[in-house]
Antibody, heavy 126, light 107 residues
Framework: EVQLVESGGGLVQPGRSLRLSCTASGFTFGDYAMSWFRQAPGKGLEWVGFIRSKAYGGTTEYAASVKGRFTISRDDSKSIAYLQMNSLKTEDTAVYYC?????????????????WGQGTLVTVSS | SSELTQDPAVSVALGQTVRITCQGDSLRSYYASWYQQKPGQAPVLVIYGKNNRPSGIPDRFSGSSSGNTASLTITGAQAEDEADYYCNSRDSSGNPQFGGGTKLTVL
């Protein structure tokens, strides 16, 4: 069974750091890009960033709201993706989800995200 | 517009057909994907690409696209389909973006 499990969430003070982990099983982790999304309480889904597979350079992209503060990395030997969050703000409070990326290129490309982990809650408050 | 726009709420009578729409300029170039989210749960992929359903998703869910609008259709809505539905495509930078979500109520 393909599965993603996030961990590492919790209560943290503004300005502090937190690292989330996403542990994958049931598929060849290194073959896929991985994304992080978040959902603030009562709000919609927001893309945070993603990391490409090593075959595509293992490079990263980030949403403007987190660029320079958040860093995504991966350890393919352990099938884990990480989200390092620094200089946390109260507006970073959300449930954080990791997902497996799929992309189709062509005349009309598309991507999709499946599966999703169960999410881990990050609360930034003093 | 670089955004994806969804109606905040839609309702459907049990067993009837409902269409949930998503509008945005990026949909002229990219197919959307659709996600169902029930309270307290993670999103679940229901439709991707032109009209593809992941394994385990009932065939009453279908997708279509025309111009700048993508649609998710549920034919014969069931009580268990009551949920929030989000469309996803890409923004002008090629990064993922979601619509604001549609709350579906099954009456």
């Amino acid at each position: 069974e393909v599965q993603l499990v996030e961990s590492g969430g919790g209560l943290v003070q503004p300005g502090r750091s937190l690292r989330l982990s996403c542990t994958a099983s049931g598929f060849t982790f290194g073959d896929y890009a991985m994304s992080w999304f978040r959902q603030a309480p009562g709000k919609g889904l927001e893309w945070v960033g993603f990391i490409r597979s090593k075959a595509y350079g293992g490079t990263t992209e980030y949403a403007a709201s987190v660029k320079g503060r958040f860093t995504i990395s991966r350890d393919d030997s352990k099938s884990i993706a990480y989200l390092q969050m620094n200089s946390l703000k109260t507006e970073d409070t959300a449930v954080y989800y990791c997902t497996r990326d799929h992309t189709r290129t062509g005349s009309r490309p598309y991507n999709w995200f499946d599966p999703w982990g169960q999410g881990t809650l990050v609360t930034v408050s003093s | 517009s670089s955004e994806l726009t969804q109606d905040p709420a839609v309702s459907v009578a049990l067993g009837q057909t409902v269409r949930i729409t998503c509008q945005g300029d990026s949909l002229r170039s990219y197919y959307a994907s659709w996600y169902q989210q029930k309270p307290g749960q993670a999103p679940v992929l229901v439709i991707y690409g032109k009209n593809n359903r992941p394994s385990g998703i009932p065939d009453r869910f279908s997708g279509s696209s025309s111009g700048n609008t993508a649609s998710l259709t549920i034919t014969g809505a069931q009580a268990e389909d009551e949920a929030d539905y989000y469309c996803n495509s890409r923004d002008s930078s090629g990064n993922p973006q979601f619509g604001g979500g549609t709350k579906l109520t099954v009456l």
